[in-house]
């Protein structure tokens, strides 16, 4: 969850090579924006905005304003297409298909990075509009993700059985991942309202696994080897469905009549 291939720093700097082509920008500033592309690239996306100001305001104004050119038939195209190539679902909530791009710096503030591919981040349209502008210091980078988000357990998921179904309550465990990245997890989450949401998509999920599971004792005996293909499939180490399951295993416990409750509850 929240972890995508990063774009390849040498596909940004041809990129503005290419703006230069297009007449979007100077030439006089094609070294000062790729020295902003490289110094995005080697801060892990810590700039400021002074930095990004290094831009004259009119290039970066330019820069803006022909960001519309990468939507589909337009000389931009190329960059969108390049940055959904490998994405499935959306890195924020991990339940919807992409369908639109988030400047990871807003830019309507950050003029100069509107067409860095490094800052372009493909994200569902839900998601998308609830991060909005928002204060970056919030959010995690999808392409510069703190390591400790892939090593480490800290989406976890509490699974209870009641008369209305099956209930699950998930929540980012404290103490596991430093604490401005665990503040960052959980303002993101929120921003999203990906609590909901979730909740909204695991009848469904659950569905899809117990297609193959046909009893109580079964489900027992394969949610250990199911959380173990699940947490080896790039970026499903925290994936919400990983979670799912790692709670399934815990609330079954190798209890044959809880797990035969839990498949009575989601087969309705």
Known sequence: ??????????????DVDEFERLNIIPKTETDPLKALTKLYDTSSAQVTLSQVNTITSN?????????????????????????????????????????SLDHFFPKSKYKALALCRLNLVPMCTKCNGNKAAKNVSGFIHSYYPDVTLNSKVFFKC????????????????????????????????????????????????????????????????????????????????????????RG???????????AQQIIDAVKG
């Open 1 to 14: 969850m929240w972890i995508l291939p990063k774009p390849s720093l040498s596909d940004a700097l041809n």
């Open 59 to 99: 290039v970066a104004q330019q820069i803006h304003d022909a960001y519309d050119e990468t939507y589909e038939n337009k000389s931009l195209y190329y960059i969108r297409d390049d940055l959904n190539k490998s994405v499935v679902k959306c890195p924020y909530c991990e339940i919807n298909e992409c369908e």
């Open 158 to 245: 509490s699974v209870r059985v009641c008369s209305c179904g099956l209930s699950c309550i998930f929540f980012v465990a404290p103490n596991v991942l430093p604490k401005n990245i665990e503040k960052a997890v959980n303002n993101q989450i929120n921003a999203v309202d990906l609590k909901a949401r979730l909740n909204k998509a695991i009848i469904p999920f659950l569905k899809t696994i117990f297609i193959t599971i046909f009893s109580a004792k079964a489900l027992v005996q394969g949610l250990p080897r199911l959380i173990a293909e699940f947490e080896n499939q790039p970026g499903f180490y925290n994936h919400w469905q990983t979670a799912v399951l």
């Open 248 to 258: 399934l295993d815990k609330k079954i416990n190798g209890n044959v009549a809880v």
